[in-house]
């Protein structure tokens, strides 16, 4: 599909599960020609299958919201259009249904209550700050490695008490977790999974230090000694270890690179941000529509249903493009320009709906408007000076690397 015109491709050629087209950035066309044509889609043939598209906003909330009828459950194929190997599978509560979701859920919720992410403010705020005045004035540097990975692995490394000097690998395993063999990640499915083992024997460490200690704030003692998390195996162990580390990194790290890179392919809204610095509130919801960190999530049906026209079977995977939904203009206005003042910022699909939506929105905000604040006391300009590269990703819609200035 590389290279084909958007406008006249046949409909029952296109497949936006090629992660080609999100790492060279030729999606959108694609996408607005199945919001127009086809909102539902069903593809016959890709890499990972048969598969439907749900690219329109309301479409998606239909999905989103009736766990009854569309699975996340991982021994059903989980929440990605890859399914995974029968060897290899690994529930953790983002693929898994109500009630044991809601249960394992609630065990670490905690951690994200209003009370602890204020206690927990002064300590990425003082994070933040260390790594801003860290930055190099007047040369290039790379902002996705010096400030996006390095802010939310600090982050994670304080949810998790992991220690400190190492905590660059969870950035290693996080990578590592939504990796394709051939992406340049990893050469082989034998070895992403033997990395992730090896996630798992350091996670096990870990907890049996936490199990036989007093429960504490920190998100493994919250497993160890939670009822519903205490007696997992140990591939769901290792399952909801790799949906918190990804969940808490790859979200809240793409939308700190995609922000810097939206303000400068749109230099109005960053006047007007350097004369509002109030707007940060605002712009920080509308960098996570604008960037949409995670570009679906896949359900299966568990029974026959029709949706948009069409009828979808029992055990057919589900894919909501949360990427296409987001650029809706039926529901959202302009969906195509980055409007920092937008009248209901939060109004997008970054974040999924239903049971499933985000556990950490609020962290992830929290940690977008610190980084802005502390920003622009210090440097009211940062250019981006070269086209960032894009990783190669259906699901992640990530940055591998992202070169920047700070004018001297």
């Not at 299958?49 to 569309?70: L, Q």
């Not at 995974?84 to 109500?98: E, G, Q, S, V, Y």
């Amino acid at each position: 599909m590389v290279g084909k015109d958007p406008a006249t491709i046949p409909l029952e050629e296109i497949d936006v599960s090629q992660p080609e087209i999100f790492q060279n950035f030729t999606m959108w066309g694609f996408f607005d020609r199945l919001r127009k044509d086809d909102p539902v889609h069903y593809c016959p043939n890709s890499e990972f299958g048969a598969y439907w598209s749900v690219t329109k906003y309301n479409d998606i909330m239909a999905v989103d919201t009736n766990h009854h009828v569309f699975s996340s459950d991982a021994h059903l194929g989980g929440i990605t259009i890859g399914d995974p190997d029968d060897d290899f599978i690994l529930p953790m509560f983002i693929a898994m249904d109500p009630p044991k979701h809601d249960a394992q859920r609630k065990v670490v919720s905690p951690i994200v209550a209003p009370a602890n992410l204020a206690m927990l403010e002064g300590t990425i705020r003082e994070r933040a700050i260390g790594l801003i005045d860290a930055m190099p004035v007047g040369e290039e540097f790379d902002w996705v490695d010096h400030i996006s990975i390095e802010l939310t692995t600090q982050m994670l490394a304080t949810l998790f008490d992991f220690p400190w000097e190492e905590r660059r690998k969870l950035t290693r395993w996080s990578d590592v977790a939504t990796a394709r063999p051939g992406d340049g990640l990893v050469e082989s499915e034998d070895a992403r999974k033997q990395e992730l083992y090896e996630c798992l024997a350091y996670f096990t460490d870990l907890w049996n230090q936490r199990v036989n200690s007093e429960p504490k704030g920190d998100l493994i003692s919250m497993l160890a000694h939670g009822e519903s998390t205490r007696n997992m195996d140990p591939m769901e162990y290792l399952g909801n270890i790799i949906l918190l580390i990804v969940g808490g990194n790859d979200t809240t790290r793409n939308s700190l690179t995609g922000g810097l890179l939206a303000l400068n392919e749109n230099p109005d809204q960053y006047n007007k941000l350097r004369a509002n610095p109030d707007l940060i509130t605002s712009m920080v919801p509308e960098i996570i529509r604008w960037q949409t960190p995670l570009a679906h999530m896949r359900r299966t049906a568990l029974a026959d249903i029709e949706l948009g026209g069409k009828q979808i079977k029992r055990g057919d995977k589900v894919v909501m493009w949360y990427v296409s939904g987001n650029r809706d203009d039926e529901v959202i206005e302009n969906p195509n320009d980055f409007i920092i003042d937008r009248a209901r910022p939060r109004q997008h699909l970054s974040f999924g709906f239903g049971v499933h939506r985000c556990v950490g929105n609020r962290l992830a905000e929290m940690q977008l408007r610190i980084v802005w604040e502390e920003l622009l006391k210090r440097h009211p300009k940062i250019e981006v000076v070269q086209p960032p590269k894009r990783i190669l990703s259906s699901f992640v819609k990530g940055y591998a690397q992202m070169m920047v200035r700070i004018p001297g």
